[in-house]
């Protein structure tokens, strides 16, 4: 097989934290030797999310077999997971913020058309349903757990307490027409034709603010892996979870 050198988007910050917790994990489980250091397996796990490579692929390129480097990739995955913020940590970060933005998203998966419950009739595809919250300026605060994409957004919203921690804290949230009776704190675009002119105008306000919040679904479209998982369903929520990790490590260093 050929070999040949490629790059990673990826600021080294992300490298060195993913290296310290691994590092961590080592020492917590006794590890004495591995086949790669703390921070090869750091750039293997990123190789794999940020550019979808495949384990065949990195494999041969980090001269270990395929079985190991899904183990490496499922541990790095893991790890991040654990250090992902919980909804109530997001909500005490957010408690700070004028309001937020919730919208959702379905990442495509490889899925049969029998699989019903992952088929999306919204997008057309088959996928699993995300939620995401970011900050008035689209920079991601929180990231759901994975739900089957045929799910719709205000079910997704409400099954992960979404809504009551928004209503909790008394947090005003913009969102698209899919939360269309929501509540009250959750401000949603007028439906119809026929709207009034005020009404019109809330609309391009509404669109204005809830635009930025695209940002955050950039984001995490931007890690290749999430463009189209091919891993089991089971396994969706905790590579999210990982890029979000990851993401808010960089924001913060």
């Known amino acids: ?120 009739g919204k997008k057309r595809h088959h996928g699993m349903n995300v939620q995401v919250l970011t900050d008035p300026f689209g920079r991601l605060l929180w990231a759901s757990p994975a739900l089957p994409g045929a799910t719709h957004d205000l079910t997704a919203a409400r099954e992960h307490g979404i809504i009551d921690a928004l209503a909790e804290v008394g947090l005003k949230a913009y969102a698209d027409k899919a939360y269309q009776g929501a509540a009250r704190n959750v401000r949603v675009p007028f439906k119809g034709r026929r709207l009034k002119r005020w009404q019109r105008r809330h609309n391009t306000t509404h669109a204005k603010i809830r635009c930025v919040g695209e940002q955050a679904m950039a984001t995490l479209k931007g890690w290749r892996l999430l463009r189209k998982l091919r891993c089991s369903t089971n396994h969706i929520t905790a590579i999210v979870k990982a890029v979000l990790a990851l993401h808010l490590a960089a924001a913060s260093g």
């Open 1 to 120: 097989m050929l070999v040949y050198p490629s790059a990673i988007d990826l600021s080294t910050a992300q490298l060195r934290h993913l290296s310290r917790e691994l590092a961590a994990r080592r020492r917590e489980i006794g590890t004495r030797w591995r086949r790669l250091t703390v921070g090869r397996q750091a750039l293997l796990a990123l190789a794999h999310l940020r550019c979808g490579d495949t384990y065949a692929q990195l494999a041969a390129g980090f001269g270990i077999g395929i079985a190991t480097v899904y183990r490496y990739i499922r541990e790095a995955i893991d790890v991040l997971a654990a250090l992902a913020p919980m909804l109530n940590e997001a909500m005490a970060t957010a408690r700070s913020k004028a309001y937020v933005i919730l919208d959702g998203t379905v990442l495509p998966i490889d899925r049969i058309a029998a699989d019903r419950p992952y088929y999306s």
